[in-house]
């Protein structure tokens, strides 16, 4: 049986942290966010949905969250695993793609691959999952409405829903901390305040995401500066390097670059230009 029709999040002019061009949703390229079934929350994030009919090509550029998401539909469909640098979509035309958004600890139980193995990777939905993936793949693509798409998502991963555990709980919260909290900026404070040595925090990381805490904390910040950059709220690099616990400016323009794939000035102006 299908799961309950899901409720709506939050819309994507609600929170912007990660997408690259803010500006870029309207009515030829949608963006929309669902919640999941509640006895799904413990290990999935969000569902999302984008719908696009474009008269021209167009890049969407975001910067991932420390997570897996799985993918559905007409473009880059399978288990794509957390991405280091950005994620580029080229669109054309007309399609469509769902995705389910996991928590940073939600998706190791589902698969008995390494997680730092997913990391920078994408698998096909039916390599992963076999046979019950090629019949989630071909269902969802059978059926038009976003809500229905979901319902049967979620009756793919109600059957698989992990048992609650009590490391994956805390590796998410975790995360959850070092996002909120911009006073965090090194993995000892992260440690200090989640009461683990910084070891154990880093084998936790190492086993339930594929990264350090050290890289998701520096994942963070970059994504809070690209959100600040586009928002046009920064007087002076140096102060918001500051601001985010980065060493100096020089270390900060390194990180970003990296991560963005520009400096934070040029990222400033393409935003702008975008923007007009």
């Not at 949905?49 to 399978?78: F, K, Q």
């Not at 769902?98 to 698998?123: I, N």
């Not at 490391?167 to 992260?190: F, K, M, T, Y």
């Amino acid at each position: 049986m299908l799961g309950a029709t899901p409720n709506v999040l939050y819309k994507c002019d609600m929170r912007t942290n990660g997408i690259l061009d803010p500006g870029i949703f309207g009515p030829e390229l949608q963006l929309e966010r669902y919640a999941p079934a509640p006895e799904l929350a413990h290990f999935v994030d969000r569902f999302w949905t984008v719908r696009w009919n474009l008269a021209e090509p167009r890049d969407s550029a975001v910067l991932p969250y420390p997570c897996v998401n799985m993918v559905i539909g007409s473009h880059r469909p399978g288990v794509h695993g957390t991405t280091r640098s950005r994620f580029v979509a080229k669109l054309v035309g007309s399609g469509w793609v769902l995705g389910a958004k996991f928590r940073p600890a939600g998706f190791r139980t589902l698969s008995d691959r390494p997680m730092r193995a997913l990391v920078d990777c994408a698998v096909p939905i039916e390599t992963m999952f076999g046979v019950a993936g090629s019949e989630l793949v071909r269902d969802v693509r059978a059926l038009t409405a976003p809500r229905a798409q979901i319902a049967r998502l979620e009756e793919f991963l109600r059957e698989r829903a992990p048992a609650r555990d009590a490391d994956s709980d805390q590796v998410n919260a975790i995360a959850e901390l070092a996002e909120s909290d911009r006073e965090l900026g090194r993995v000892a404070q992260l440690a200090a305040r989640a009461g683990l040595t910084v070891r154990t925090l880093e084998r936790l990381f190492k086993r339930h995401v594929g990264l350090s805490p050290k890289w998701m904390l520096q994942r963070f910040r970059v994504q809070d500066a690209a959100a600040r950059v586009a928002a046009g709220d920064v007087r002076a690099w140096s102060g918001l390097a500051h601001d985010l616990g980065f060493f100096d400016q020089a270390h900060f323009i390194r990180v970003f670059k990296l991560q963005v794939g520009s400096t934070p000035r040029r990222y400033a102006a393409a935003v702008t230009s975008s923007q007009r």
